[in-house]
């Protein structure tokens, strides 16, 4: 079928209210960004629609990006005709013969929200209907369980005709609530933390922590292609890659073996900070999930957040692993975080983590050391990298992007 436009319903976006404007514009221009290579599109947005008009362009990479963008509940190809019945029924029929097989079943379904047209929803499924029942043989009405559903909506400026809905990725558009950083590991779960972060309509930008030569360039790369999974529902990820090795060092020698992990989580969490005020971010986003490892009780959580009054957001705090791996699944990035390549949490793991680190003594034990060189020094050599998700990374220093 010749689709001349793609219809998109916002679902979610539609409870806004007043912001609605704000959230449908952000909408728009994720979706200019990610169909950039299509040049002949052009994209109209109302009130309650989105088109992507195709002039010309093919419907079915367009329809697997769109796929990936949020706030988009549902869309359907389309056919723009007039709002006349002749119109109408012509085109349904086309796009029913066009997938007509002997025996399969169908249904209109009519939505009048130009009360002004002559046929009410009612009269329109029994208009349509009856057209196709009498120049298609051997098919059959099923209002229940159709091959075919038929869509019909006449819309104020036009009637618009599909044969399909296809479920888009839901929430918000992303960056439409302001950007996070991303504590992002080559482990299972940073990266469906920051897929469903995206999801509420948060940018991201990702933090890792590199310690050569213990951790390889290849559990960097390994992260690397975890944020061009990522990149896939935003374009693109910036990545800040931080050098950790002295730092992990350092807490090594210094901090007694039970609580060296708490240690090690708080400075990581300053470093973040730090990068969140320079790239103008709001919040941190982890991977965390209760109780699932020493460091993530609540005690731990705590001594571990008293180093900031940023805003932690953490989606899987009430997830058990399995939902996660589900997640992970759906999104591509469970192979990649399988890979065997160790990231800075797993080298200088002590023997007896404690489960329930008291503050007070993290922080006694850490007056031995003046961090805050270490830490700005490991802040001005981060290596920032733009990830796309379809082209090669570049890198730049931090400073140049301030």
Request: charged share 25%; with cysteine; hydrophobic share 40%.
């Given at each position: 079928?010749?689709?001349?436009?793609?219809?998109?319903?916002?679902?979610?976006?539609?409870?806004?209210?007043?912001?609605?404007?704000?959230?449908?514009?952000?909408?728009?221009?994720?979706?200019?960004?990610?169909?950039?290579?299509?040049?002949?599109?052009?994209?109209?947005?109302?009130?309650?629609?989105?088109?992507?008009?195709?002039?010309?362009?093919?419907?079915?990479?367009?329809?697997?990006?769109?796929?990936?963008?949020?706030?988009?509940?549902?869309?359907?190809?389309?056919?723009?005709?007039?709002?006349?019945?002749?119109?109408?029924?012509?085109?349904?029929?086309?796009?029913?013969?066009?997938?007509?097989?002997?025996?399969?079943?169908?249904?209109?379904?009519?939505?009048?929200?130009?009360?002004t047209f002559e046929y009410d929803s009612n009269e329109l499924n029994h208009a349509v209907g009856a057209h196709i029942l009498i120049h298609l043989d051997d098919i059959k009405v099923d209002v229940k369980q159709p091959d075919l559903n038929l869509i019909v909506e006449i819309r104020q400026d036009a009637a618009y005709i599909s044969g399909q809905i296809i479920h888009g990725a839901g929430g918000f558009p992303v960056a439409s609530s302001g950007k996070a950083m991303l504590m992002l590991s080559g482990g299972i779960d940073s990266p469906v933390a920051g897929y469903l972060t995206m999801k509420r309509g948060v940018g991201i930008e990702a933090?890792?922590?590199?310690?050569?030569?213990?951790?390889?360039?290849?559990?960097?790369?390994?992260?690397?292609?975890?944020?061009?999974?990522?990149?896939?529902?935003?374009?693109?990820?910036?990545?800040?890659?931080?050098?950790?090795?002295?730092?992990?060092?350092?807490?090594?020698?210094?901090?007694?073996?039970?609580?060296?992990?708490?240690?090690?989580?708080?400075?990581?969490?300053?470093?973040?900070?730090?990068?969140?005020?320079?790239?103008?971010?709001?919040?941190?986003?982890?991977?965390?999930?209760?109780?699932?490892?020493?460091?993530?009780?609540?005690?731990?959580?705590?001594?571990?957040?008293?180093?900031?009054?940023?805003?932690?957001?953490?989606?899987?705090?009430?997830?058990?692993?399995?939902?996660?791996?589900?997640?992970?699944?759906?999104?591509?990035?469970?192979?990649?975080?399988?890979?065997?390549?160790?990231?800075?949490?797993?080298?200088?793991?002590?023997?007896?983590?404690?489960?329930?680190?008291?503050?007070?003594?993290?922080?006694?034990?850490?007056?031995?050391?003046?961090?805050?060189?270490?830490?700005?020094?490991?802040?001005?050599?981060?290596?920032?990298?733009?990830?796309?998700?379809?082209?090669?990374?570049?890198?730049?220093?931090?400073?140049?992007?301030?």
């Amino acid at each position: 079928m010749n689709y001349d436009r793609i219809m998109i319903r916002y679902g979610e976006m539609s409870l806004k209210g007043r912001n609605r404007k704000h959230f449908v514009h952000k909408l728009k221009k994720n979706i200019q960004f990610m169909l950039r290579d299509f040049e002949k599109i052009h994209i109209e947005s109302g009130w309650d629609r989105m088109y992507v008009v195709l002039n010309g362009e093919p419907v079915e990479p367009i329809i697997e990006q769109l796929k990936n963008v949020f706030g988009i509940q549902s869309f359907s190809p389309v056919v723009k005709t007039e709002k006349k019945i002749e119109a109408i029924r012509a085109a349904a029929l086309q796009i029913a013969k066009e997938v007509h097989s002997p025996g399969n079943t169908f249904k209109i379904s009519a939505r009048r929200t130009d009360k002004t047209f002559e046929y009410d929803s009612n009269e329109l499924n029994h208009a349509v209907g009856a057209h196709i029942l009498i120049h298609l043989d051997d098919i059959k009405v099923d209002v229940k369980q159709p091959d075919l559903n038929l869509i019909v909506e006449i819309r104020q400026d036009a009637a618009y005709i599909s044969g399909q809905i296809i479920h888009g990725a839901g929430g918000f558009p992303v960056a439409s609530s302001g950007k996070a950083m991303l504590m992002l590991s080559g482990g299972i779960d940073s990266p469906v933390a920051g897929y469903l972060t995206m999801k509420r309509g948060v940018g991201i930008e990702a933090v890792h922590f590199h310690s050569p030569p213990f951790t390889s360039e290849r559990a960097k790369q390994k992260v690397l292609d975890l944020a061009r999974k990522l990149a896939q529902y935003s374009g693109s990820v910036k990545v800040h890659v931080v050098p950790f090795t002295e730092i992990q060092e350092i807490i090594h020698k210094e901090i007694p073996s039970g609580f060296s992990m708490t240690a090690t989580r708080r400075m990581m969490l300053r470093i973040t900070e730090e990068i969140r005020k320079r790239q103008g971010g709001l919040a941190i986003v982890t991977g965390e999930s209760l109780g699932q490892v020493a460091s993530q009780t609540m005690e731990s959580m705590l001594a571990i957040n008293a180093v900031t009054n940023t805003p932690i957001i953490r989606p899987l705090i009430t997830m058990d692993k399995l939902e996660i791996i589900q997640i992970a699944e759906e999104i591509d990035t469970i192979e990649i975080s399988n890979r065997p390549y160790e990231d800075c949490c797993t080298i200088f793991t002590p023997p007896a983590p404690k489960t329930k680190p008291k503050l007070e003594k993290v922080e006694q034990f850490e007056e031995k050391v003046d961090w805050n060189p270490l830490l700005e020094k490991a802040v001005n050599e981060t290596e920032t990298i733009m990830i796309s998700a379809r082209a090669q990374s570049s890198s730049v220093d931090l400073d140049s992007l301030l």
